[in-house]
């Protein structure tokens, strides 16, 4: 009952036909699935028609076979419809890891935020106490050297005063 051709099976023998659009609302990931596609061939356009949908090709690549040929080449696409799903499973549950890692980092990271923006508050609180204490310490400063100006214009003023009347009393 076994067929000679069915161990000989070759996915890639593709019969040269003219790529033809095949349908525009039936549109594959990477553009519109042509007559030319193979779900036979591409993990891609597997998963795209996975809902049991054929295209031309596999119909003209299957035409020609046997019934058991045909039937151990549907198997084995159907195998590989459930490894393609199966392959975009995992990428989709490696894809929700990141994501969550990525919601945790993000989390940590606004942790973070808050905490500097609370550190930020005290320091501006600090510099704000800081430039008002220099506020005060500068008036200090600066009513101190104008009261040792006028000290000092008025030791100046005796000090011409005692001048004088020295010069006169000599």
């Known amino acids: 009952m076994a067929h000679s051709s069915q161990n000989n099976f070759d ?29 036979m061939l591409d993990d891609d356009i597997a998963a795209s028609v996975a809902k049991g949908i054929i295209t031309p090709l596999d119909k003209k690549l299957l035409a020609n076979r046997t019934d058991e040929e045909a039937i151990n080449e549907s198997m084995a696409l159907s195998i590989q419809c459930a490894s393609s799903v199966s392959n975009m499973a995992r990428r989709l549950q ?13 989390l940590i990271l606004q942790r973070r935020n808050r905490g500097l923006q609370q550190e930020n508050k005290e320091l501006k609180k600090l510099v704000d106490s800081y430039a008002n204490d220099m506020r005060k310490k500068y008036s200090e400063l600066e009513m101190n050297t104008n009261r040792l100006w006028e000290q000092h214009e008025s ?4 000090v011409q005063k005692t001048l004088k009347i020295s010069s006169l009393a000599a």
């Open 11 to 39: 996915l890639n023998a593709v019969p040269n036909v003219k790529p033809e659009i095949r349908c525009s609302s039936f549109l594959f990931q990477k553009g519109p699935l042509m007559t030319n596609s193979s779900v």
């Open 94 to 106: 490696v894809q929700g890891n990141e994501v969550q890692e990525l919601r945790t980092q993000v």
């Open 155 to 158: 030791l100046l003023l005796e």
